[in-house]
C-alpha cells in the first residue's frame, strides 16, 4: 500500500504543508480544493513544488453536488466538472473525488446517479483522467457505502471507482462484512479517519473531532480487516478534520500521521496474521515491566534541597556516578537519579525548565529492538557522550524534549547500577515503606496530547483508559491514561487543558513547556507511610474537613477509620469492594509534587478527588492575573 494525506489535515500555507508531507516520508498528497485557491501561484507552480520535493498528487477534491441534479442544473454541474478537468491536468492529478450530494434540489435513484457518473467517466476517459465516489455519512440520497458501490457497479465504467472513507462508514455503524466482496481494482482510494465517540450530527463532527487512527474509538482495525480481505493494495491516505491539527506545527501533525498509518498497519499484520503489501514489518511492539529511574536536573542551590526532600521521603543515598556529578538514591524498587552536571543534556534541559524531570527509564524486554521500532515509527533517537567503561543506554526524546532511556536483562544495560555507579554506605532516611513508582502524570499543551498519546500507544504494549474531564476551579483538563498491557507494570497519564487559569496549564507556562508534573509512589500501607514522613517533617496537602464530612456521609466507613484519614490529610475513592487511599505533598520548587498512594485491587486514579485535590492546591499557589489587567 502507498501512504498518503489531504492538505486540509495540517496549518499552513499550501506550500509549507507540502513541505511537511515530504518530510514525514508520505509518497503522495490530496490536494484540497480550498489550499489551492487560496496558494498565490498557478496550479503548474503547485505541480512543480510536487514534483520537486519527491511527491504525487493522488486526487484533487472535493467536487461537491454532482449526482441527481435536474436541468437546468445538471448542464451546469458537468461544465464545472470540465473546468476542474483543466484545473488537474496542469496539476498533474489524473483522479477527482466526488461526494456525495447533499442538495436540496438533487434528486435520488440508484440508476439516476449510475448515469450521471457514466457521462462523467466518458469525459474523464477522454482526457485520461478518473473519478472516484465517496458516500458521505450526511449525503441528502447517498449516506452508506454500499450506495455508493451499488452507484459505482451500475455506472459500469473503467474511469469510475469508490472511495471508502473509515470516518463515514464507521459513525453510521454501517455492517462492514459487504466491503469484502468489492473487487479491489474498483476501489480507487481509502481515506482513514478516526475520531472519538460523541453523540452529535455527523457533519459536526466531521469537521471538528476527527483525528488519526489509534487516537480515537472507531473501529479502524474491523475496517481494515475487512479491506484487507478484497486484496486491494493501493492508496491509503488520511483525510483529517480537526481544530487540535489545525492548531498544531504541520511539521509535527505530519510524522504522526505517518506514524499512525505504520501503526495501523503493524496491528493489522498482527491481527490478521496477513503481511501488508508494500509495508515493511516492524519489531514487535516493547513489553513494558517498570520504570527503572526518574533522573532529575538541578543546580546545586535546588540540589541540596530537593536532597534532603528525598531523605525526608524515606530515601537513601546508594550511589555516586563514576564520572558525572550524578547521585543515585534509592528506596524499595525505586531509583531516584539527582544530575548536577554543569554541562551536557541534563544541564541544558535545566536552564530551559529549572529544577524538573528530564528523563525517565522504562524496563523493556529488548532495549535494542524498542529503538529499533522507535526509529521506524520516527521518532527521534538520543545519544550523547559517555565516559570510559561507561554504559550506552540507548534513548529516545520523549515529552517536552525530555529524554526515555531504555534498559533490559538481556544485556550489559541489566547492570547500569554496578557499571556506572559506585555504591556508598546507606545515607540518608529511614525506609518509609515506599515500594515502587505507582504512575506518573505528564502535563502538556492541549494541541500534543494527541501525539503523546500515539507516541505511547505506537511504541509499547500498552492499552489506553477511556479520556476523563477533571475539573480544576478555573477550567476542564483533560486526562488519559496508558498502562502496560496485563499488569499495569507502568501507568502514566497525559494531562491537558484550554483553559489557561487551570493548574496544568499554569505549570505548562511556569515550566517552559511539557513534563512530569505529578510523581505517584506506591505504599502497602499508607497511613504507616504518611505517618512516618510527616515525622519527618515532609508537608502534606491540606485536606477540607467538609470532604470528610461529606465522605461519612457517603460511605460505610467505619468514624474511626474516616478520623484517620482526615487526620492523615488522606483522600479514598472505592470501586466496589476494591480502594484507593492517597494524599499528596506540597508543592516543590519546580512545579512538581509528589503522591502517595495504596491500592487495594483498586485500578482508577481516584478522579472523582481530583477537584478536591486541585482546589486544595490552587488555594496554595501564587495568583495569576488575568489577560488585559
Known sequence: MQTAIATVSLSGTLDEKLEAIAGAKFTGVEIFENDLLSFNGTPREVRGIVD???????????????????????????????RKFDLMQELGCDLLLVCSNVSPEAQGGIDRAAADFHELGERAAKRGLRVAFEALAWGRHVNDYRDSWEIVRRTDHPAVGLVLDSFHVLVRGTDLRPIRSIPKDRIFLVQIADAPLLDMDYLSWSRHYRCFPGQGELA???????????????????????????????RSVAIDGQRSLLFMFDRLRQATGAAVPGIRALPPPSKVAGIEFLEFAMDDASAAP??????????????????????????????????????????????????????????????AATVARAVRLLDRPFRQAVGAGELHIPAVRGVGGSLIYFVDDKSELGRLWDVDFAP??????????????????QTMYFEEMLTWLLFYTSLFDVQKAPVQDVIDPSGIVQSQAIEAAGDAAVRLVLNASQSRQTMASRFVDDFFGSGVQQIALASDDILRTVGRLTANGIDFLAIPENYYDDLGARSDLDPGRIERLRAANILYDRDGAAEFLHAYTRTLDGGFYFEIVERRGYRGYGAVNAPIRLAAQARLARPRDLPGR
Open 306 to 367: 530537593f536532597e534532603r526532600f528525598l531523605a525526608g521521603m524515606g530515601f537513601a543515598r546508594a550511589g555516586l556516578h563514576r564520572s558525572k556529578d550524578v547521585t543515585r538514591w534509592r528506596q524499595g524498587d525505586i531509583n531516584i537519579v539527582v544530575n548536577r552536571e554543569k554541562e551536557g543534556f541534563a544541564h541544558s534541559f535545566g536552564i530551559v525548565h529549572g529544577p524538573s524531570v528530564c528523563a525517565m527509564a522504562l524496563r523493556v524486554d529488548d532495549a
Open 220 to 250: 479502524i482495525g474491523e475496517f481494515m480487516a475487512a479491506l484487507q480481505a478484497t486484496g486491494f493494495a493501493g492508496l491509503v491516505s488520511l483525510e483529517i478534520f480537526s481544530d487540535r491539527f489545525r492548531a498544531g506545527s504541520a
Open 52 to 82: 520537486g520535493l519527491g511527491l504525487r498528487t493522488i486526487t484533487f477534491q472535493p467536487f461537491r453536488d454532482f449526482e441527481g441534479m435536474a436541468e437546468p442544473q445538471r448542464t451546469r454541474v458537468f461544465s464545472r466538472a470540465e
Open 424 to 441: 556508598v554506605a546507606d545515607t540518608g532516611g529511614a525506609d518509609a515503606g515506599l515500594t515502587r513508582f505507582d504512575h506518573l502524570s
